[in-house]
């Protein structure tokens, strides 16, 4: 056999094995799960999800053969029974998908939404929406059938999170220069076309969620921005902001805590977790939207990540995931994932989602 024979043979096996490989996110649909929680590398070509029911009794680990899932800053998305995540890849071969998990259908698919290291996302039942940063802000449109991409540019500008609501794209941009710049974009989403822009930048820099209720947008921001001679902004970072998008106007709702982050809406109540790249407190803030009235709840973990099912909050850090309930805090289960980690160092939790 020629050498450039047994090559081609090498290489075919090769491709054989990576395609095997790929088949394993079926699996995810073999079990009978609530809870997934994920934990990756930004090294290796591969990440796991541990997955539990309601009551966090774990029930299996899955391997997945892609690295950097649901890494860079943006959590799973869930849309009717279908749950979006962003696939990073490694530092050293970045990927240019996201991941669809259908659990009506039982089936996966990997979009490709033509541009890599995307840092946030956000989807509707037709579309994702990605922007990744590269100097200026690449927002792609990427249809979920006809796999189309259409794309909207805002030079310099780094896109920190997005939503839609009834058809608008709402994107919170920031310049970190010599000075700061930030704004808040709402786009139609159709036409992928700015409509509209609101300048914040005396209020909050470097917001990476935010919540949208009737004609008002609350959100928080980053106790410290970064500049590129190395130094540091400080930035008033105690306060959660409501801008009402008809007057216009934003005011200021100081809490107890600094770095609101993730923002859940309950019974009328704004639940939101404290979170600081610089700093972590156990701690969720409520804020009553009927009365103003505030508080300052403590937990059992840093709430790296939230979620809201019905009338149970689950919380991550990077060591366990808890249940509390969402009328009086308390916490019901928890779950050390290092008991069941036994991977090597490279990996850590990135997110979790839960299924409805």
């Not at 009794?57 to 892609?66: A, G, M, P």
């Not at 100081?254 to 019974?267: A, C, R």
């Not at 850090?317 to 490279?346: G, M, V």
Request: proline share 1%; aromatic share 14%.
């Amino acid at each position: 056999m020629k050498k450039n024979d047994i090559l081609i043979l090498l290489v075919l096996a090769f491709l054989l094995i990576f395609v095997c490989k790929k088949d394993n996110l079926n699996q995810i649909f073999k079990h009978d799960f609530k809870i997934a929680v994920i934990q990756t590398s930004s090294t290796k070509f591969k990440s796991y999800i541990s997955l539990f029911d309601e009551n966090l009794n774990f029930i299996s680990r899955v391997k997945i053969n892609y690295g950097g899932l649901s890494h860079c800053w943006d959590f799973p998305k869930s849309i009717e029974n279908k749950i979006f995540i962003n696939i990073k890849g490694t530092d050293f071969l970045l990927k240019s998908k996201v991941l669809e998990l259908d659990f009506d259908k039982k089936k996966y698919k990997i979009h490709d939404v033509g541009q890599k290291f995307n840092t946030c996302f956000c989807v509707d039942k037709e579309n994702i929406y990605a922007a990744n940063c590269t100097g200026s802000a690449n927002i792609v449109k990427h249809n979920l059938k006809k796999n189309i991409n259409q794309k909207l540019i805002i030079p310099e500008c780094y896109i920190t999170h997005m939503k839609i609501y009834d058809g608008k794209l709402f994107a919170f941009g920031n310049f970190v220069h010599n000075q700061i710049k930030n704004f808040i974009y709402v786009i139609e989403a159709n036409e992928l076309k700015i409509i509209k822009k609101i300048d914040i930048k005396k209020f909050s820099v470097g917001q990476y969620d935010f919540i949208k209720i009737m004609d008002n947008i609350f959100f928080g921001g980053l106790s410290q921005i970064k500049k590129q001679d190395g130094s540091f902004i400080e930035n008033e970072n105690d306060v959660l902001y409501g801008l009402n998008l008809r007057a216009n106007k934003i005011k200021k709702i100081y809490l107890d805590e600094i770095s609101p982050k993730q923002i859940l809406l309950y019974k009328n109540k704004l639940i939101i977790s404290h979170d600081d790249w610089h700093q972590n407190q156990k701690k969720l803030s409520v804020y009553n939207l009927d009365t103003g009235e505030k508080k300052l709840v403590d937990i059992n973990n840093f709430p790296y990540q939230v979620w809201l099912d019905k009338n149970k909050i689950y919380s991550v850090d990077q060591k366990k995931i808890c249940k509390y309930d969402a009328d009086n805090f308390l916490l019901e289960r928890e779950f050390n994932l290092e008991t069941k980690k036994n991977l090597s160092a490279n990996f850590f939790i990135s997110g979790f989602f839960v299924r409805k």
